[in-house]
């Protein structure tokens, strides 16, 4: 069956269309204006970003862009509450795509209270209200999607807020350069057997591990494993080197497919430190030995920042596809659904 016949019949809402526009959404985040007038830059001695799921996951995705790049402390919490380090020293962003997030908003207003600085990031709901009743500088996104699918709205976002508040130096020709890449990725992973659909399609029937690497690749790693949750309706875990180096190794010694069948999906860089290379040649083998398959995925783009997307955008299409494979709606949570009413 090819790709139309199964976004046919799959995916209700067309997801397909959604993943293929991806880097529409960078541009016109991008070319969004905030006023951050109200902020004392000066103030500043550490960032927090509080935001669950998708809406997580950029200020995450952010810590490994700007790595080496931000000269104060800097974090993501996701939680009802936040650090106590947490004072009128912090810039606390809140970050919900939907506005709606509980446990964003119980943060907003605890960092209210403690007489941080703010900045909300959203499209509308109750963080808008609550921003514009307490004079909170808002950057507001397009609205429309589901969360995770808003991920490049979502970052970008937050990585305007960090450059006119001049935290960071300027993003913006690494931003036209990232939009450029997902645009012609896209052209090429919409047909027929692409290559994300060619890995989909070797992991089914599998449950992925997915290694990253700490400060470089690591939310690349949490990023997919949400992805094949939400998109794929399928079980997946994740780990980092070197620490997974500390203690899951040892748990490959008695691996038995029967038990749990696995594929490792491992992202490679260039920039990985040398003693990090040799640790994932080394893991590789005891891997290998243990009779588990490895996908590598690794991005040939010049600049880091690009590779980290190129790598996220090719994890998006894999979830997607893997999917459509299993017979499962990429648009479909009714779990999530169903807690959150029950939350009531």
């Known amino acids: 069956m090819n790709i139309e016949h199964l976004v046919a019949k799959y995916d209700s809402e067309n997801q397909f269309a959604v993943i293929s526009n991806s880097h529409s959404q960078i541009l016109n985040t991008w070319e969004t204006p905030i006023d951050t007038s109200a902020i ?12 669950l799921g998708g809406s997580a996951i950029g200020g995450d995705l952010i810590a490994d862009f700007t790595n080496g790049e931000l000269s104060i402390p800097y974090s993501v919490n996701r939680n009802y509450g936040l650090p106590k380090f947490v004072n009128s020293d912090s810039l606390v962003i809140a970050s919900s795509y939907s506005g709606n997030t509980e446990e964003t908003m119980s943060a907003a207003e605890e960092a209210v209270k403690r007489g941080s600085q703010v900045v909300a990031v959203t499209t509308g709901g109750k963080l808008e209200k609550f921003a514009k009743e307490n004079n909170i500088p ?78 470089v690749t690591s939310t690349l790693a949490v990023r997919l494993k949400g992805e094949i949750n939400e998109n794929s309706k399928l079980h997946a875990f994740y780990n980092f080197l070197p620490e997974m180096n500390h203690n ?44 588990a398959e490895i996908i590598e995925l690794e991005s040939k783009e010049k600049a880091l920042k690009s590779r980290l997307f190129d790598l996220i ?7 997607y596809y893997l999917a459509l494979i299993r017979k499962q709606d990429p648009t479909e949570i009714d779990n999530i659904i169903f807690l959150k009413e029950n939350l009531k």
Not at 177 to 201: G, R, T, V
Not at 313 to 319: H, N, V
């Open 248 to 291: 899951e190794i040892i748990g490959w010694e008695t691996y038995d497919e029967a038990q749990f069948r696995t594929k490792v999906i491992l992202f490679k860089d260039k920039s990985y430190h040398p003693q990090i290379q040799k640790r994932i040649e080394i893991s590789k083998g005891l891997i290998n030995k243990a009779g």
């Open 138 to 215: 808002l950057f507001i996104m397009k609205g429309g999607l589901q969360p995770r699918y808003a991920l490049y709205s979502n970052f970008f976002a937050l990585l305007k807020v960090l450059q006119t508040l001049n935290l960071i130096e300027g993003q913006d020709k690494i931003v036209k350069n990232i939009s450029n890449l997902i645009e012609a990725k896209s052209k090429e992973y919409q047909l027929d057997k692409s290559l994300p659909y060619n890995l989909a399609e070797n992991l089914v029937g599998s449950i992925p591990i997915i290694y990253g690497v700490s400060g």
């Open 313 to 319: 955008y090719l994890g998006d299409w894999i979830s």
């Open 40 to 51: 004392d830059v000066s103030r500043i001695k550490n960032i927090v970003v509080s935001g």
